[in-house]
């Protein structure tokens, strides 16, 4: 192995020995200066971890996350410098994390944890005007395709994960409802929004962000729900400013 696989395995596993060649300014082995070094990166990674998943820190317990959290660490090494993304193999991880298997919906809570992430910091679109579609002939409407904003998310559970991060983290909030929710997680501006949609719904945005025709859409959300109502499909993507481009 190089020196520098060696090196980084080396950061963030405290059984390893410090690297050949790790030497202070004099020449003499910097062990202390290493063990020093390593302990602040792990710790930093921690501290980010906590930051990202706020409510997983709060469900299980701040002492009890972050020695979860330095598990995570030392097997899933950063792949990238900007640590706001940092996390994204977190679920998959609890997935297979037999200790946590009884609190089921904790996969998902992370999930949704990310999806707020990369909502939040998704590139930039204007939406289009209020009034786009109105100005568009109405026999042409139904093959409009709609470019919708970066920032959507969209993240079906089996678990009332909406319910169970508002109880968290609003005031007031009331006690998660019994049922599986789907999250819509949107950005107006720079607030984030997070709703529950129905599986139809889910699907109407989910076909027409693949880039399917509005009718495509609509049939794809009628399939889940014979009486899928179109119109109030067409006013949470205006009222989300979700619609960023029009393709005639």
């Known amino acids: 192995m190089s020196t ?25 082995p ?10 602040n990166v792990v ?8 930051t990202a998943f706020p409510v997983m820190r709060k469900l299980i317990g701040a002492e009890n996350f972050r ?8 097997q899933h090494p950063p792949s990238s410098p ?5 996390g994204a193999d ?16 904790l996969p998902d809570m992370a999930r949704l944890e990310l999806a707020r992430r990369h909502a939040y910091h998704a590139a930039d679109a204007a939406p289009v005007a209020a009034d786009a579609l109105s100005r568009i002939a109405p ?12 920032a959507m998310q969209i993240l079906p559970s089996r678990y009332p994960v909406v319910g169970i991060w508002e109880y968290n983290m609003v005031p007031d909030a009331p006690h998660p409802p019994a049922e599986a929710q789907i999250a819509l997680v949107t950005r107006l501006a720079f607030d984030l929004q997070m709703q529950t949609v129905s599986p139809a719904m889910a699907s109407f945005l989910n076909a027409l962000h693949q880039g399917a025709p509005l009718d495509t859409a609509f049939d794809s959300a009628s399939a889940q729900d014979s009486a899928f109502d179109l ?5 949470l993507l205006l009222q989300s400013d979700l619609i960023v481009e029009i393709h005639l």
């Open 4 to 28: 520098q696989p060696r090196f980084a395995e080396a950061l963030l596993d405290p059984e390893q020995p410090v690297p050949d060649g790790v030497v202070d300014p004099q020449g003499r």
């Open 30 to 39: 910097a062990g202390k200066r290493f063990n020093v070094y390593r302990n």
């Open 43 to 50: 710790v930093s990674l921690i501290d980010a971890m906590e």
């Open 67 to 74: 020695n979860l959290a330095g598990l995570y660490v030392r």
């Open 82 to 86: 900007l640590l706001m993304f940092y």
């Open 90 to 105: 977190f679920p998959a991880f609890l997935d297979s994390f037999a200790p946590l298997a009884h609190v089921p919906y």
């Open 139 to 150: 026999d042409r409407l139904m093959q409009l395709r709609l470019t919708l904003a970066p």
């Open 231 to 235: 119109t109030a499909g067409i006013v």
